[in-house]
Structures are given as C-alpha cells and as structure tokens.
C-alpha cells in the first residue's frame, strides 16, 4: 500500500515568525508579502496588506465599556495584552493609510475622553505599518 504524503500548503515564509521581531515582512512562498503579528501570546505570519495599522495601548482605570465610531474604511480589529506593565491593554485597529491622521486623532481625543472620566487610567497610541 503507498505511503500517504501531505501537499505543501504553505503560504507564508518557511521561516518560523517567532524567529523574527513584530512587524517584520517577508515574501511568502506563494510569493506575496507577509508580516510578522502577535496574535495574543504568540506571533503569527499574516498577509501584508497595503494598509495602515494603529494600535492603542492604554491602563484601566475604574473600568467601563465603549463603543467606536470609526471612519469608514477602517475598523476594529481586536484587542489584547501586551507585555508593559503602564500599558498591558491593547487594541489595534485597520484602515486606508491616507485617513490614518485622522483616526488618529479621533482616537487621541477618544481615549483622553475615556482617561478624563476615570475609565482608562493612561494611554498611547503607536503607528504600524505601511513600510
């Protein structure tokens, strides 16, 4: 009976993304561009796309719920923790780089809405890619 083999499926680089910092590209063997994410605890190859990435990193506060309003192009994409201990919330948002000022500062003035009402107690934002 013959031995069963398994079909590469292989998209992103060969090379492990946990050998390479955050935020690293590298051509894929599908022969696109990939980019080096923590995904939670762990890094992880996910397609590069020509897109902005801001992520927010910030301290509870008292604590609370809100909701973005966004611009249009861009949304949330998820939160997390991070491994600061001023910062160990983050959340990270996608969109068309030629909106990412002002998202930008709708976020600043958002979460400084949030710090002065106690929710959150500090806050930063950091630009991603586009290289």
Known sequence: MPSKTRKATRKSPIESATAF????????????EWVVMRKGSV????????????????KM??????????PKGWWWVGSGST????????EQFQGPPASQASVKAYLDKFF??????GIVERYKLRNSYPK
């Open 21 to 32: 910092p955050a935020e690293t590209i590298k051509t894929g063997v599908d022969g696109q």
């Open 112 to 117: 400084g809405t949030l710090k002065k009402r």
């Open 83 to 90: 491994t600061s201990a001023t910062h160990p919330n983050e």
């Open 61 to 70: 506060g008292t604590g609370g719920s809100w909701a973005y309003k966004l």
């Open 43 to 58: 890094q992880r190859w996910v397609p590069y796309k020509q897109e902005a990435v801001l992520f927010v990193m910030y």
